[in-house]
């Protein structure tokens, strides 16, 4: 039996983020009269420069291995469409959950999670670098468009969901009034995109990897939460090709946790008692989560799936070659900042090694795969033109 959501299309529950009551701008805009405050977010987002490069950013698999591999743009369209789902059967805010599942990637490097852990080793002595803190930097500063501000000036409940997590190496700096910490939770729509998140990247990560010939489709039923969907599909159709029992399983793991999470916030609610969004973030914990039964069994798969797939030797030999090409690029624009495109050289207000060492992190993060790839050629290739 499918869910039900307990309001009305489009009614807020009380505990959700209402548009109205949003804590505001950095910089005071006027209300607009045919979207709501998180529509604008989620527009703005949409039409950013850094959200269009996340086409060519890699999720697990580098963009030139193929072109049915997800990328880091149809990840994060996964994450909302997931995100939307649980939003709307909990009564929460579904264009904020989009807003902030759209934009948690924008700071991410080329050659994912890779090119992430060669940045910041790279940054280590200069604050080191963190993707969710990226994002922020980006909707704040890097994205400089519109002529009243710099960045993209989200609400704070945007901003805060792409800050995303509660730990304090998670919760980027603010200049706010307001500040994301460990001690000022996130609201349930941050939550879900949170969770939406791992949703998405567990399962998609599958269906990649089967698809690369990583792992089989009997490989997969070593995780009890895999075999037992799959045994689901082959009782219904016990003669489906590879192809159709890959898609149908996974979208019935989706389904699984999508449901399953539902369920145990209901309850969480409920056991809780929040009533508004101040109750929610003074919580020590969060409410969004997997129940007890499941969250073991996601915690499995999450296992194999490093196991098999991320540390799977031609996933490792990628991410040598990108930690390689990462660190080169940063040692190169670091010990002359002259050959930054100027745009970037606008942006030293000195030559400290600290803000040479970040502007440099905002290019390198910036780039996507092949523009990385074409950036190193340019710079160690003596036949290459510049």
Partial sequence: MGLTTDFAEGRLAPYACHPERSL??????EISGGRTEFQRDRDRVIHCNAFRRLEYKTQVFVNHEGDRYRTRLTHSLEVAQIARGICRLLGLNVDLAE?????????????GHSGQSALNDAMREFGGFEHNRQSLRIV????DRYMAFRGLNLTFET????????????????????????????SLEAQ??????EIAYNTHDIDDAVNAGIVTIDDMTEVPLFARLHGQVMATWPDAPRNKQLYETGRRLINHLITDVVTHTRTRIAETGVATVDDVRALPDNIVTLSPETAPENAELKRF?????????????????????IHELFAAFTGNPALLPPQYQAMLTDRAP?????????????????????????????????
């Fill in 24 to 29: 505001g701008r950095r910089v005071f805009e």
């Fill in 99 to 111: 807003a902030i599942s759209l934009a948690h990637d924008l700071g991410h490097t080329p050659f």
């Fill in 140 to 143: 704040d500063y890097l994205e």
């Fill in 159 to 186: 901003r805060e969901g792409i800050a995303k997590h509660r730990s304090s190496y998670d919760a980027p700096e603010s200049a706010d009034v307001y500040t994301f910490t460990a001690a000022n939770g996130p």
């Fill in 192 to 197: 879900v995109a949170n969770l939406a998140d």
């Fill in 305 to 325: 799936l490093f196991r098999r797939v991320y540390r799977f030797w031609r996933v490792q030999r990628m991410g040598t070659k990108a930690e390689r090409v």
């Fill in 354 to 386: 600290a803000t040479v060492a970040r502007v440099v992190a905002d290019y390198v993060s910036g780039m996507t795969d092949r523009y990385a790839l074409g950036e190193y050629k340019k710079l160690f290739d003596p036949w290459e033109r510049v």
